[in-house]
């Protein structure tokens, strides 16, 4: 199965670029025996469609970045209490700066990472990968007695 990751249109300025941690996402994701999908959105006609075609079949869970569509916050909502799929919606954004985040009644929100830039993927992946069962799973060795 695939953890799937969806950005909105961006709203990130002088901030670290996702790039810089998604090579570490990968391989969190194929060390816990998952793929990870990244889908980028131009426009909010696009988040919107990408986010109507999401169903189990497809993920197991979603690290969902609304970027610039977070300010007009009903479409996303509805289209959000529509997913199948639970999701953690991540930001980033910096402790600073914050950007606006999703009513509570959005769907199946597992969490919100917000605050860390492009570390909140990490975060993110993290609370995922909990979510899922597999927060041990990406670790090769196992210290014990």
Known sequence: MAIVMIQGPDTAEGR???EAVEAGLNERARQAGHALLHYRCA???QLLE???RMD???ADINLFDPGACATDRERVRVALTHLQVPYIEVHDDSFDRPEPVLPEDSGPRVAVVNGYEAQSYTLAMSVALEALGCAECE???NVGT
């Open 16 to 18: 670290l670029p996702i």
């Open 43 to 45: 426009t909010e006609e």
């Open 50 to 52: 990408r986010l109507s």
């Open 56 to 58: 189990r079949g497809e």
């Open 139 to 141: 670790n090769e060795f």
